[in-house]
């Protein structure tokens, strides 16, 4: 199967059309108008030949919108995407009154890493994306009334577990002739790869690095994350600690907290002891509703309190804000109610 459009680069597009008889500049037009212009449907590239549009729209093209929903602020827009192959995937916009408009995107058709609190992961794996394909969820949002600012690798899948890929979209991403997105605009979470991190870092790309932590010792952490069977905390950490040495860059740490199982302040002095002297964050993440009942949020009383201890500690910690709860905007949920066919609501304020 030929990769989609969007996964290509100017050179690349010139090698096809020149292939094709056209002149070789017909390229950089087509890769301009893709992703400096958010245009996926050639027959939309109005400066190009209409032969060539039409050659050009029976190469693979862009996957098809199942479903598009806005929550009730207008901040959050969530977005499933039905693939050439018919796998389903999600990108998530999410705007700030500061200006920030920060695409979430999907590397993966489903998730293989079986943690125990994410919803993908009970779709099981499809397959890696092609670069275009997570490319594509970007430029879905690019030719709003906001432009791209901020691009994270947070939704469905490990990046790190399709490291061409990932690689080679946010080279799409940050090309000069496209978005042109600075490569400290992008970031990549993992739940801990050890090696594509390590990898990651001699790329030495400016790319922020986000790792999916959720407990301070491997006992509790292997329970939540089977990956730390094969990689645990501290191969993580040693990783975590060669990022910042090839990049400067501060590490996220990433910290669902769930109600009686990774909330208490013993746990909480654990995770400072680990962390400290590292150059790093903490983003505590209350839990998004999950399939299983036994896992809930904690209490917003308990949250502050985990909060504060880190802090008081010296660890530099966030309480990120849950937010498009009304259309189902945490990793996986609207793909999950598609496939299950459940009505959606969307909360009216």
């Not at 027959?43 to 199942?66: F, H, K, S, Y």
């Not at 739940?191 to 959720?214: D, F, K, N, T, Y």
């Not at 839990?287 to 009942?293: F, G, K, S, V, Y």
Request: charged residues 25%; aromatic residues 6%.
């Amino acid at each position: 199967m030929s990769p989609a459009l969007a996964g290509l680069f100017p050179g690349e597009l010139e090698n096809l059309v020149t292939g094709w008889g056209q002149p070789a500049y017909r390229g950089r037009q087509i890769f301009e108008w893709i992703h400096r212009r958010g245009v996926l449907d050639p027959r939309q590239m109005t400066n190009l030949p209409t032969d060539l549009r039409q050659r050009l729209a029976l190469a693979r093209g862009e996957g098809e919108e199942v479903r598009r929903l806005t929550s009730s602020d207008g901040l959050t827009t969530k977005l499933l995407l039905r693939l050439h192959d018919g796998e389903e995937i999600e990108a998530v916009a999410m705007q700030s009154s500061s200006g920030r408009n920060t695409i979430c995107v999907s590397s993966q058709a489903g998730c293989a890493m079986g943690c125990v609190f994410c919803v993908t992961g009970q779709f099981g794996f499809a397959r890696n994306l092609d670069a275009g394909e997570i490319v594509e969820q970007v430029l879905r949002f690019s030719s709003g009334a906001r432009p791209v600012t901020n691009v994270v690798f947070m939704g469905m899948g490990e990046p790190l577990a399709n490291y061409d890929e990932t690689l080679r979209a946010m080279r799409l991403l940050t090309h000069p002739f496209g978005l042109h997105l600075g490569a400290r605009r992008i970031t990549v979470s993992t739940s801990g790869v050890v090696p594509a991190m390590r990898r990651l870092a001699e790329e030495r790309l400016q790319v922020g690095l986000a790792i999916s932590l959720h407990a301070p010792d491997d006992a509790l952490r292997s329970e939540l994350m089977p990956i730390n069977r094969r990689w645990p905390i501290r191969e993580v950490l040693a990783a975590a600690d060669y990022y910042v040495e090839c990049t400067g860059r501060r590490v996220s740490y990433e910290y669902t907290l769930m109600s009686g199982v990774n909330d208490t302040d013993a746990l909480a002095d654990d995770l400072a002891r680990l962390l400290h002297g590292r150059l790093c964050h903490v983003n505590l993440i209350p839990l998004n509703p999950t399939e299983d009942i036994n896992l809930v949020a904690p209490s917003a009383h308990r949250a502050v309190a985990f909060e504060r201890r880190l802090r008081d500690a010296g660890i530099a910690a966030t309480m990120r804000v849950n937010r498009g709860r009304d259309i189902l905007a945490a990793c996986g949920q609207l793909r999950l109610a598609e496939k299950r066919s459940r009505p959606i609501a969307v909360a009216a304020g």
